[in-house]
């Protein structure tokens, strides 16, 4: 097995090469008008120490928890920026006392009723690529200890049924392996989020990942026909059908439900058959406005492209697809039935109505949406966090928030938050800062904008100057009529600010309710969602 970063995404030898190193720091330099960017030295596992356990082994889990040191750190922190700044200056205080590593199903169920019985909290992990606090171990001082435990060794496709086009999977697949398996079928769940290669699918459920689908199929919701669940009072499993009305939909409550409930241990989840036709085409634009009226008519259009994504002219320009004086639409259509000509050959008229500007290719191909600017802002994309991590060592901010709004309220809301997060990290951090916007998925009746920016700090005051930050986006997407996280989850960090701003009072109560029925000692991943009854949890971000 390949070792993983304890300070950073992905594997330890999945870094920047000198010259993107160096890339970085001229960036940094030019950006916030720096004589000189010193870079903090990436940690050593070996330097860091930790605190001892507070709980033993019991012998009955001698097989399935590890106290490995290694691993403690490895689950202690996701990778937000936070986590990864504090994971880069080696401050781990709050530890996994174990690390559990279940085989089946039976072992999570006596994991789970050992931690219950001994006052233990559990975190539920799949592979530790939350960017929101969800999966970290700073749990208070109200149990007895606190368990990491990892689904890794859930990670094989069970059962495939190719008439109906599903399969039943384990919880604790990667994204690669659970697509290598499907190959074997000609099928596909074509989820694939930006932390594909380092989420699983346990993961994607519980945070109600946002995928690959730009339209229709956005979210993992989509493709979950039934759940199995592990509680601390006993195995919820749904029951596996293409839709029903009998009643609230049990797996609703499970999907969202960010470890706070239960452990995910299974799935049966819908299939496609892998694509075989592609149609796609850049389309670039002189007016924002238009470009989103654009983005705004196609979504309408009942064409469900399967990549509707607008990055305004910054953003293009960051991502090295364009030089800034153009606004991005990347547009493209796949299907394992048809050709897609004519569905992007429409979607283009309504984009060249609105002063769209393209150029057909001449030759098709395959790949042809991994190439030219949309293959530009790809590749950036899916190197955006190894980017992160050398701006972190250098005490630069490099951070995202996402929402989602109606269309009605879209256009106006896009240029106030820009405008409005612009001016609050000018003023929290002392200097300038960029705030670019891309349209990351599109409905017929609203948009998700996906915001970036950078911002000033050093090693040693970067985690404060973000906390502000991030409450200050946290109540600005709410206050303005959006959501705080539109396929981020809500973990520790959107909490605050947010999600307890954004959430009807009596849906807490019948969450707190749900959670007191089925983990009444509250040991299912503390501070995430809402307080349980009779309990504060105290997060760090709190003030």
Not at 253 to 265: A, H
Not at 413 to 425: D, R, T
Request: include cysteine; charged fraction near 25%.
């Amino acid at each position: 097995m390949k070792v993983r970063k304890f300070w950073g995404w992905g594997f330890q030898d999945q870094v920047l090469s000198k010259e993107e190193e160096a890339s970085v720091e001229s960036r940094i330099a030019l950006n916030f008008n720096l004589d000189e960017v010193k870079a903090i030295p990436i940690p050593l596992a070996k330097e860091i120490d930790l605190p001892k356990p507070k709980i033993e082994t019991p012998q009955a889990l001698e097989k399935v928890l590890s106290a490995d040191h290694l691993e403690r750190l490895n689950h202690s922190y996701g990778k937000s920026f936070p986590d990864v700044a504090r994971a880069m200056l080696g401050s781990f205080p709050h530890p996994p006392d174990l690390v559990a590593f279940p085989t089946n199903q039976a072992e999570v169920v006596s994991i789970v009723d050992w931690a219950d019985q001994n006052n233990v909290a559990v975190i539920p992990y799949g592979g530790g690529s939350s960017v929101s606090g969800g999966v970290e171990t700073d749990v208070g001082d109200s149990y007895s200890g606190v368990i990491s435990l990892d689904l890794r060794n859930l990670n094989r496709v069970l059962e495939i049924d190719k008439e109906s086009r599903a399969a039943r999977i384990q919880a604790g697949i990667f994204g690669p392996a659970l697509e290598e398996e499907l190959k074997k079928s000609n099928l596909t769940l074509r989820h694939f989020p930006q932390s594909f290669e380092h989420s699983t699918l346990g993961g994607w459920i519980a945070t109600r990942s946002g995928g690959h689908f730009a339209t229709l199929y956005t979210h993992i919701d989509d493709f979950v026909e039934s759940t199995t669940m592990v509680t601390p009072t006993g195995v919820i499993e749904s029951r596996r059908l293409p839709g029903s009305g009998a009643g609230p939909s049990p797996d609703r409550m499970v999907i969202g439900s960010e470890g706070i409930l239960g452990v995910i241990t299974e799935a049966w989840m819908r299939l496609q058959e892998r694509p075989s036709f592609r149609a796609s085409c850049p389309v670039l634009f002189d007016d924002y406005d238009k470009a989103l009226n654009a983005t705004r008519l196609i979504s309408q259009s009942a064409l469900f492209p399967a990549n509707c994504r607008l990055l305004d002219a910054n953003e293009a320009l960051f991502n090295g697809a364009g030089d800034g004086s153009k606004n991005l639409l990347i547009l493209s259509f796949e299907s394992a039935d048809h050709e897609m000509d004519t569905w992007l050959n429409r979607a283009l008229e309504i984009a060249s109505d609105e002063g769209g500007q393209f150029e057909i290719p001449q030759e098709k191909k395959v790949d042809a949406h991994k190439s030219g600017a949309s293959g530009t802002w790809r590749n950036s994309f899916i190197r955006a966090p190894y980017y992160r991590e050398a701006s972190v060592r250098r005490g630069i901010i490099q951070d995202t928030f996402e929402t989602s709004i109606t269309w009605d309220k879209g256009f106006e809301f896009i240029k106030i938050l820009k405008e409005k997060a612009a001016e609050a990290i000018k003023e929290i951090s002392g200097k300038e800062s960029t705030v670019t916007c891309r349209l990351t998925h599109t409905y017929p009746d609203g948009l998700a904008p996906y915001f970036s920016y950078s911002a000033y700090a050093t090693p040693s005051t970067m985690i404060d100057v973000w906390k502000e930050i991030k409450l200050m986006t946290n109540e600005m997407c709410v206050s303005a009529g959006g959501t705080v996280t539109h396929h981020h989850a809500v973990g520790r960090d959107h909490r605050i600010k947010g999600y307890d701003l954004q959430r009807p009072e009596g849906f807490k109560d019948m969450l707190v309710a749900a959670k007191q029925g089925i983990d009444p000692k509250s040991i299912m991943n503390p501070g995430v969602l809402v307080d349980p009854k009779g309990f504060k949890h105290k997060h760090w971000m709190d003030t």
